[in-house]
């Protein structure tokens, strides 16, 4: 479990998406390499299919799909069971609405249901605490270990509140166009305490 820490505009959202290969994202310098493969040059939807997946800070309001739809149409792709999915995130009760009419936490843990659906190798999850209830948090924080026990997790964040819930193995804050500061856990005691800009 990989957490990437840095204040608001570091870069940390870009990093993921140039990672997935997000159309406006270029990696300029470097390479993204997928269990020894560089998948720099291929497609979002390549990329998904090698392994990868991205829950964004913001999750996308597809209007007019319901959830349960959404799911059925991920899991017949990946062999899932969609219910077996929703109740990973406790998202049941909510089958039969409208991704595009979802709250902030609703569609949080709906659109980690599609990612823990997608099976996949890597998961890129952005701000999984932002905009988020207690209740909800702890939700996505039991989501998020589901997933990490078949995938491996790089996860941002700004304020590390998940960390509660999702024990990092290794932490890195981001500022200043590069990785400035790698620890364990203490580098988020320390960015607690003492804020970003005094750790680099």
Known sequence: MFYILGPNGAGKSSLLKAVMGIPGYNVVGGRVLLN??????????????????????TPPRLQGVKVGTLLR???????????????????????????????????????????IAQRPKVALVDEPDSGVDVESLAVVGRGLRALAETAALLVVTHSA?????????RV???????????????????????????LV
């Open 73 to 115: 149409h991920i899991c017949r792709k990946s062999g899932c069971d969609p219910h077996e999915v929703a109740k990973v995130v406790e998202v049941e009760h909510l089958l039969d609405r409208e991704v595009g009419k979802l709250s902030g936490g609703e569609g949080k843990r709906v659109e980690l249901a599609t990612v």
């Open 161 to 169: 509140h998940i960390a509660r819930h999702l024990p990092p193995t």
């Open 36 to 57: 020894g493969e560089d998948v720099t040059g291929l497609k979002p939807c390549d990329r998904a299919a090698r392994g990868l997946a991205l829950a964004f800070q």
């Open 172 to 198: 890195c804050v981001l500022h200043g166009g590069g990785l400035r500061r790698c620890g364990g856990r203490e580098v988020i005691e320390e960015v607690f305490s003492y804020g970003f800009s005094k």
